[in-house]
């Protein structure tokens, strides 16, 4: 899976092989937006090489992440695979109290086999939910 005969490779296609990114085209975009950090200095240039032992600083799905780059692989692999090309150093996301205002409320439901609500059963949700 790895070979010693890559002392560095570029980003995107780090970040590619490592499967952060669906495409090389969307890692592309992310280094050129600024939105990825090398040793903690902001790049913007996807053909900036990296090597074992950087570490990138990027934000994926609504959460930072901190990777230090262990191997370098010639090809994309498999998940598996991927997950050996690097250490996981990200925080862990921070737990959401019943209180936070970002969290939306829970759906209201009902129980399977008791059929559609009645127009009377309307009105109190309709209630319920206005207030």
């Known amino acids: 899976m790895t070979e010693d005969l890559f002392a560095s490779i570029r980003i995107d296609k780090w970040l590619w092989h490592a499967r952060f990114f669906k495409t090389r ?21 996807a053909n900036r090489a ?22 370098i692989s010639s090809r994309r692999g498999s998940a598996p695979e991927a997950q050996l090309l690097y250490n996981d150093l990200s925080p862990e996301p921070a737990k959401t109290s019943d209180t936070d205002p970002n969290v939306p409320a829970p759906v209201a439901s009902r129980e ?18 206005s207030s």
């Open 50 to 71: 990296v090597k074992v032992g950087d570490v990138l600083t990027f934000v994926k799905a609504d959460r930072v992440r901190v990777i230090e780059i262990m191997s």
């Open 112 to 129: 399977r086999g008791s059929g559609r609500p009645t127009k009377r059963e309307r009105r109190d949700i309709d209630r319920l939910r």
């Open 25 to 45: 085209t969307l890692a592309q975009t992310q280094v050129t937006a600024g939105k990825i950090r090398v040793n903690s200095e902001r790049i913007s240039k």
